[in-house]
């Protein structure tokens, strides 16, 4: 059961393809009402595509506590070898109570990823 449940959705084809440089950049930002001993989370999607000429599309994909470039409390890398959906969940005990943002970054070192496709993310708060 949840007792805080927020999502959203950015579908593909209704924004230009984006070209991941070497260092994060912020795609987007949520605030979960944390509540100490509670379990919260997030769940997030990723369509993307390695980007021509390279051999392997890789993708970092990031999440920051407190500030863009707060602490890191999640970090992953994808590669793939034409196109992927990178899926990526995270979760948590809360030790504080109040709100607290959380941002979303990803980069490609080695410039060699595209998002072009849906971009899924939800936050929540159990019971």
Known sequence: ???????????AGSYQPILPVAEAREFGWMIIPLEEGKRFGFEFS????????????????????????????HRTIETCYLQSTA???FEEVATTTGPEVFYFSFASKRLSAEVYGTLGLRGYVKS
């Open 46 to 73: 990723i369509q993307w595509r390695k980007r021509l000429g390279a051999d392997l599309g890789e993708l970092e994909i990031v999440i920051h506590r407190g500030a863009a470039n707060g602490p890191v409390v």
């Open 87 to 89: 899926y990526l969940e």
């Open 1 to 11: 059961m949840f007792k805080h449940n927020d999502g959203r959705t950015i579908p």
